[in-house]
């Protein structure tokens, strides 16, 4: 609230939004928004994973924390209006070829892209005030979805990958869900992973583009994917899923988080036709069409579940063939 009101975007709406779907009913997306904490409480009084902390707990760290975001905020809505999605190319290394050009790009406007440490450190912060601190709870679908597929699991020498972690939240949870599973974080962005060596304790950090995992085939037990997709070409989707596809182990799974799609959620269609509007997001109007099963099922991962919390929806892929590993006995 305090960043949109320095930053005021109601003053300058975008001129491309048009929006077709019809406003949420009355009180709907407070009660989705509160959903999202039901169901990390209920998943946490059932045991699949700790109580989990989703940000910084000391007061002058939080407030350092919160300054610096608003007064970025001032120069994203700027960004914004004057159309600078693009502006992270000459931020990215000269004349290298690691970067492919859909990701040189400010995504949400943010300063910096994907490639400074200063937007690396108030990454956590902008996302958690974009979704009004559900963040943490709405990722953790995908958590919940792999705790429940593994609670008969022994999860010793169990290889676990974090595909596009990014400064390291999401793969903190994990290290305290999976606490004796093998755990890489893989990112595309130096400056993110070396954020991430502050919030993860035994994690290993790859740098490397999803589109060529670093992993022999059929090496990796699971992989977590998190918002990555909808900021992929639709070009590169396939590929990305191929790839997953190829280094899990037949019975491996996928746990995969990303936006909800309107077919999903259709009273909350209207914020997502103003998202990608509002937040650089080139690609987010395809994916928001793309049939998600299909996709990953020419991939061979075959849907096992699902769930939705607020603007975030999680799916449970399964790599097609049986289990190579035995459960743990009861």
């Known amino acids: 609230m305090a960043a949109r009101a320095v930053a005021r975007p109601e003053r300058a709406p975008p001129t491309s939004f048009a929006p077709s779907a019809d406003p949420p009913p009355r009180g709907f997306t407070r009660r989705a928004w509160a959903e999202a904490f039901a169901k990390d ?11 989990l902390d989703d940000g910084p ?14 007064a970025d905020a001032r120069e994203v809505e700027a960004r914004r209006r004057r159309g600078g999605g693009v502006e992270a190319r000459a931020q990215a290394p000269e004349g290298s070829t690691a970067y492919p050009a859909y990701y040189r790009q400010n995504f949400h406007f943010q300063s910096g892209g994907w490639f400074t440490p200063d937007s690396a450190a108030r990454y956590e912060a902008q996302v958690d005030a974009l979704f009004g601190g559900t963040t943490g709870p709405m990722r953790r679908r995908a ?3 792999l705790a429940k597929a593994w609670s008969d699991r022994d999860h010793r020498g ?12 999401f793969l903190h949870d994990m290290e305290r869900t999976f606490p004796r599973a093998r755990l890489m974080g ?6 993110y992973l070396v954020e991430a060596t502050a919030r993860v304790e035994r994690a290993s950090l790859i740098q490397a583009n999803a589109e060529r995992l670093p992993f022999a085939d059929a090496s990796i037990d699971a992989i977590t994917c998190i918002y990555l997709f909808h900021e992929l070409p639709p070009r590169v989707r396939p590929i990305v899923a191929a790839e997953i596809a190829r280094v899990l182990k037949p019975g491996g799974y996928l746990a995969f988080a990303d936006a909800v799609q309107p077919s999903d959620a259709p009273h909350l269609a209207r914020l997502l036709e103003a998202f990608p509007a509002y937040f650089h997001e080139p690609y987010f ?4 069409r793309t049939d998600l099963t299909t996709l990953f099922a020419v991939a061979g991962l075959i849907e096992r579940d699902s769930d939705v919390a607020f603007l975030t929806k999680g799916v449970l892929f399964e790599r097609a063939g049986e289990a190579s590993e035995p459960k743990a006995a009861p």
């Open 41 to 51: 409480a209920a998943d946490i009084a059932a045991g699949l994973y700790p109580a």
């Open 57 to 70: 707990i000391d007061p002058a760290q939080a407030w350092r924390k919160t300054a610096d975001f608003i």
């Open 143 to 145: 958590l919940s979805l």
């Open 158 to 169: 169990l290889a676990v990958v974090d595909l596009a972690c990014g400064s390291g939240a």
């Open 186 to 191: 893989v990112d595309l962005s130096p400056a």
């Open 285 to 288: 109007a395809d994916y928001a």
